[in-house]
């Protein structure tokens, strides 16, 4: 049992310290930043095992160390973060290295800061003496403390002077290694394994022939494998070989299918490069923007797609397959803007998915034009609620802020569940649907414009408000007039006190107009007689006024009547 555990503890470590070599480390970074923003930054690239987030007098230091648990995540961070703004500061995005080989490094530097100082400083010296003017004197040079330790050591088995080899220069060295990409011997393999060392690769292509050298390209500063690498043959038939076999068949070194061709030296490769911008822009543009497809798919070999449940991985092909079948028509195009995120919970309601998108992109400034959960209007629940197709829409302002919540959320786990997750892609849209909106939008403002110009005797093109100010003045006029009439058609205030009460009467009984049945002269008596007793109390002028109108009641139920139906 102690053997088995030990083993297992050296696996652990081993693996541990294996993924130390794909650790990051992020400069530049706000002293307000948290452990919080830096995940939400770098998680849409990978899972991260580990955040280190150094802190100063309370607040952070200004960098951090990222620890991914795959090493593609890492690289795809490095190239997509590197030089990018986390809360309005450009990062600068590196492998971190061991304290001791960073250290060493500064000291390294330092040294040679010093020499060029002082080697400075001694030129000065001589050329004011003059003594710079004799040309047998050759330039001085300094050495590092490095430098002056590998001299000593060699002095011990050195030759004599006349004896001594000499080196190549870096011309010579140059054609060399241009003789052998001339002549074909060198091929560069792409898709390599990270993991492939320069002997597990000899070791592989020695079958084909005797190689001269196998070099896995590396990031300058570290280890860290490029997964590209060179290989050169002595002979150009073992190189031909090996290209004939790759062509035929697939060649696998290491847990990755790799693929060969000739390399070419950097003249001819910025030549190529410059070629192929030439034709890029002679190409015509992209105009349905089917390049934003891509964004949403998930490679079938990457470890994202291993964790992908199979309900998943069905749903996906359906929804690929249904895109393939919509392109074909030229008509349809890919939205710049808006997404469609299917594989939604059914009890989500669109301001929890407006809010999930806020926070995916986690931006300031970023607004959501339209977030809508598409719904079967014929299953009503009751909360009077229509059941949820499943997908909805969100539409922002922005291309960037769109095509950062769709790297957050597109097959996030840790969104809804791991069995369930968001499909996020960018929505297929119908130019002539759109053209038809448009055009119906448009003349549905013509006609509004054109109304309101009529009502005043204006054209068209003159200013909206001036427009909209006059009609709303003419409105007013009309309901003020209408209200002058109203109060000029009674002849006293008791009768208007009699209008008032029947207008009370008639809402709290439901009717929108006085009956016959009601109006009989019983009824009109007692309704006059309470307003007419009121103003008496009030004011003496009204007296005669309403001994004139209790004398002539009898005619105003009618007036009252034909006032209502008119």
């Known amino acids: 049992m102690d053997a088995a555990a030990d083993k297992r503890l050296k696996k652990e470590e081993l693996k541990l310290r294996k993924m130390r070599r794909w650790r990051l480390v992020v400069r530049n970074l706000p002293f307000s930043v948290t452990e919080e923003t830096v995940k939400e930054v770098f998680s849409p690239f990978g899972r991260i095992s580990e955040i280190r987030l150094p802190m100063k007098d309370g607040h952070a230091a200004g960098f951090a160390f990222v620890q991914y ?18 809360q309005n500061r450009p990062v600068a995005i590196d492998w971190a290295v061991p304290k001791e080989t960073y250290v060493a490094a500064l000291i390294e530097e330092k040294c040679k800061t010093e020499n060029s100082q002082v080697e400075s400083r001694v030129l000065k010296k001589l050329e004011s003496s003059g003594v710079l003017d004799d040309s047998s004197i050759e330039p001085i040079k300094l050495k590092s403390a490095k430098r002056v330790q590998e001299t000593v050591d060699s002095e011990e088995s050195a030759e004599p002077p006349g004896k001594k080899p000499r080196h190549k220069t870096q011309q010579a060295a140059r054609k060399v290694v ?8 060198t091929l560069f393999i792409r898709n390599l394994s990270f993991e492939v060392t320069d002997e597990q690769l000899k070791e592989f292509f020695v079958k084909y022939g005797i190689v001269k050298y196998a070099l896995v390209c590396r990031y300058k500063g570290t280890n860290h494998s490029k997964g590209t690498a060179f290989v050169q043959f002595k002979e150009k038939a073992s190189a031909d070989r090996c290209l004939q ?6 060649l696998t070194i290491g847990s990755s299918a790799v693929s060969l061709c000739l390399a070419v030296s950097r003249e001819d490769l910025n030549r190529m490069k410059e070629r192929k911008a030439q034709d890029a822009a002679k190409k015509p543009k992209d105009v349905r923007n089917l390049n934003l497809l891509a964004h949403s798919i998930i490679d079938k070999e990457s470890p994202h797609a291993e964790s992908m449940s199979a309900a998943d991985k069905r749903r996906r092909e359906r929804i690929e397959l249904a895109n393939r079948l919509k392109l074909r028509n030229l008509n349809i195009f ?3 803007c808006r997404l469609v995120v299917h594989n939604l919970p059914l009890t989500l309601m669109d301001n929890q998915l407006k809010s999930i998108c806020y926070k995916a992109v986690g931006k300031q400034g970023a607004h959501i034009k339209e977030c809508r959960i598409m719904r079967d209007l014929n299953r009503v629940n009751s909360d009077n609620v229509a059941r949820s197709l499943g997908y909805g829409f969100v539409e922002f302002t922005e291309h960037e802020h769109a095509l950062c919540c769709l790297k957050a959320l597109n097959n996030n786990p840790d969104i809804f569940t791991d069995e369930k997750r968001p499909i996020v892609e960018f929505s297929l849209e119908n130019k002539l649907i759109i053209d038809m909106k448009k055009q119906r939008q448009e003349r549905a403002k013509t006609k509004q414009k054109a109304a ?35 109060r000029l058609f009674f002849t006293n205030r008791a009768e208007w006190h009699v209008h008032k009460k029947r207008q009370m009467a008639t809402k709290k009984l439901g009717k929108s107009r006085l009956r016959k049945s009601v109006l009989n002269k019983k009824e009109d008596k007692q309704v006059t007689a309470e307003p007419i007793a009121a103003v008496k109390k009030k004011s003496h002028k009204v007296k005669s006024t309403n001994e004139a109108f209790v004398k002539s009641h009898k005619a105003f139920p ?5 006032w209502y139906d008119e």
């Open 178 to 185: 241009d003789a052998g990409i001339s002549d074909g011997r």
């Open 452 to 486: 309101m110009a009529s009502r005043i005797g204006t054209s068209t093109d003159e200013n909206v408000k001036s427009v909209r100010k006059s009609a709303r003045s003419i409105e007013a006029a009309r309901r003020a007039e209408k209200r002058k009439q109203r």
């Open 245 to 250: 076999v790759a062509n035929n068949g697939l």
């Open 334 to 336: 890919v939205s710049t």
């Open 69 to 86: 648990i795959n090493f593609p995540d890492a690289v795809r961070a490095l190239k997509n973060m590197n030089a990018k703004l986390v």
């Open 558 to 562: 009618d007036r009252v009547k034909r």
